[in-house]
């Protein structure tokens, strides 16, 4: 989240959309009720009539998958009508950036693209630079080749009818939909997005969440109270295991991970990001100081010049996202494999492939409170006991409340836990579980040797344990919090914050991001200090409560929420303000005077981007059917799917498109009696009386179209799978009409699986296919094609 | 002393039924052993071992959702509780009246009582028997907790301010104004018999839509042919 939970309050218009978060986020929705008690309005768009609908002024029916072309509407509805807030778009955004004259696009693709590596060369995707190697700019928008123009001609197609069409909204209600949320491109308003998996677990999930940051741009509502872009993370510490970056193409806090043609430091410090503008802040340029913190973290005794070829390497292109490991997993080239906290085997998408992968093990630990279908899958449907070869382990972990340490919230609140109850029986905490791992492995690495010890041999242990304990109390979270927020390893006293980390190795800090949280004066993530300005007050910030980051920052890009001179665009609800020799309110992003530097400080020109360049599928987001889909063509262009998407070799056959036997739109869910694939639920005796069975939310024409009735047994299949569940016909489903044709979608959730309880039902992800966004890798689980009929 | 109440905002209700499992959990229920039956909706009823329940209607119009009604049912603990009265003629200690809050409270020696005679005088139909014991149950008010200046389990894990818990006087003032704001959006909103319980419901539509009993004198209780038969055999009462 760019903001935090409680600012929800301050919104004038909230909209949920790839996100239920009634049900899914029900906490959150205290501060959504609070914005509509104060007269905000509520919008829901979403396939089903949900929970949250029920409290919304306005809902919209869509069909599943068609987010961008709903948005792009929105986008050239904001354009048509001049409803964009001209100053913030002007000041703060690039789109008076002159774009490259050889970039462009035709039916559904931009320039660059290699159809043998189904990929983009980004060589034209680039700003026109002037004598100083600054972006030039036309700030009166006119110029055809500036980013503003280009994005009115890129959306010029996206018009009501073709939004209408594609989607299965009603026109009147996009329109309706339309205008409520741009009203908060008045200069004093703003409008908020809560988005979730809804919107990520799709071919095209980065490019939606990128055409509502762009509508967030145009609107002005970036940086300022009950505005942001917030994605609400799918479980309650999700943004903390981002943050120490638990994925392959990170680093602890967000730097890149060193590739195999980054041989060394210096390397890797030269693709630091770079801006020739002086009001850029360019924050990112920092970077060495902060991977030099890390590698000092990780490796105290080492100068980080060596300590960095100590780091493990990925390949040039090489992608290690969830599916892709299963699929190599799948093809036999793993050993072994460590599931901790997981349950794939009703998580990942294609769940029959991730059971089947797993069987190609030699060996499986999975740490876990409960059994679950991952542990078991050996016993699971379709498998012979004695035909897998996996020898599976199972080790018991403390649960949450059972554990000293930080968790860190959707709005970058990282909360520090005491310890509740013991761990009972034998169950060890995760931490101990690791570092005994760890030192049994060090262990070996000393008596036997091996290729390359030094990784292993000179890791930072005595930040890490309690001296003179044992397993299983040895792992020490106070101290791996110290090590976290950073220290000066001359004098060991802890920084600040990051801006006192240096690039020469006399500084250790495991997470830039996370430096502030353990200072001199104490733990600031223990901190329950309800203390505040009026100012604060008023808007509802917190600042010493727990610790935000970065620097305690709780509104991201706030510099963004004032004008030229420092001056609030919504006095009533300031974030922060100029008072003629300094900041009030939130801690700004740098404490520079007003307009000394552009607001957005993360990025290396320093505008929100309308042109983003980055991305793997292009500067603009682009609609597109989902891989499996009822129709063969769309209206936008001659590109059915994303171009770029991630596909698999062999499995394009076992995707229905426009196929007679599929031909119901399926997506999944969650429920908000049960957690993710149920593990931690479906033992609960009480949760599981409140939701005790799968279910396939029906319109009623498609019941009576199958012959269903409310609480049959029904079967939901497709190419890759068969689950059987209760139906729930009801009519907050209704069939659109969509492309001229009606439409019926199928509802169900990802909660159950064959172990428990045994009349429950299996994992939805059996139907859905192993196919992702180009740019993360997420599976596209919330769209895909099945039939129903009666069990 | 006008005792305890609770005022229960059902347009903040989304139906996260946190209050209906925290009722088993400080209560130490067991769970029932359901079913999906075609509805979010679980239990499908009140029972002996299930005090609270989120009642859930799709309000329909021309054949479109037009409401999705979230209702968690309770005992009302009425001031003048008619369970009581009747609960008397037979034994004075089967159903109590707690002076200081206002608690309706069932004993375990509703055993002694006509359990569907006491369900009848329900304006709500809230009290259930256990066909085994003939004891009767229902909300306590978490009484245990009150006295003890603790808040019910259910108010406790509310969290967008659906449910609240004090003062009768003042729980009534809030009901009013929260009326009076609701009533611009919600024009049919009314409040449940705010007179005459102490837990009092600010519905956004017609109660009917939400449940057949949501407030008093909505009809008669229909009987099926076994209760209608035990109705027969009242006179034999126990002396």
Redesign the interface.
Known sequence: MTNHYNDLMNSDCILMMGANPAENHPVSFKWVMKAKEKGGKILSVDPRYTRSSSKADLYVPMRSGTDIAILGGMIKYILDNDLYFKDYVVNYTNASFLVNPDFGFKDGLFTGYDPQTESYKKDTWTFQMDAQGIPRKDPTLQDPNCVFQLMKKHFERYNLDRASETSGSPKDKLEEFYKMYAATGAPDKSGTIMYAMGWTQHTTGVQIIRAMAMIQLLLGNVGVAGGGVNALRGTSNVQGSTDQALLFHIIPAYMPTPRANLATLDAYNATTPKSNDPKSANWWQNRPKYIASLLKAMYPDQDPATSYNFMPKLDVGQNCSWLVLFDHMHQGKFKGYFVWGQNPAGSSANSTKTREALSKLDWMVSVNVFDNETASFWKGPGMNPAQVKTEVFALPPAVFCEKEGSVSNSGRWIQWRYQGPKPPGQCVRDGDIMLELFTRIRDLYKKDGGAFPDPILNLNQKDIAKEGKSFPDRFDPQKVAKLLSGYDVNTGKQVANFTQLKDDGSTACGNWLHSGAWTEDGNNMARRDKTQTEMQANIGLFPSWSFAWPVNRRVLYNRASVDLNGQPYAPHKAVIKWDGSKWVGDVPDGGWPPSERHPFIMRAEGYGQFFGPGLADGPFPEHYEAMECPYEEHPFSGQLHNPTALKFAGEAAMRAVCDPRYPFVGTTYRVTEHWQTGIMTRWLPWLLETMPQNFAEIDPELAQLRGIKNGDKVILENMRGAIECVAVVTPRMQPLISMGQKLHQVGTTWHYGWLHPKDGGDSANLLTPSVGDPNTGIPETKTFMVNIRKA | MDGKGFFIDLT?C?????C??AC??WHKL???????????Q??QDLSFITYKLVRME?S?EN???K????FPDQCRHCIQPPCKMVGDMDDERAILQEFETGTVMFTARTKNLFADEIRDSCPYDIPRVNELTNVLSKCDMCFDRVINGKLPACVLSC???TMHFGDLDDMKAMAQERLAEVKKIYPNAVLGDPNAVRVIYLFQDRPSKYHGRAVASVGPRLYNRQQAFAKLFRPNRKA
């Not at chain 2, 989304?14 to 946190?18: L, M």
């Not at chain 2, 067991?30 to 979010?40: D, I, K, R, Y």
């Open positions: 903040k989304h139906a996260c039924r946190g209906q499992v088993k959990q067991p769970a029932e052993e359901t079913h999906n039956w075609g509805s979010f679980n239990p799709e329909v054949g479109k959702v409401d999705w009604l979230f969290p967008t301010g």
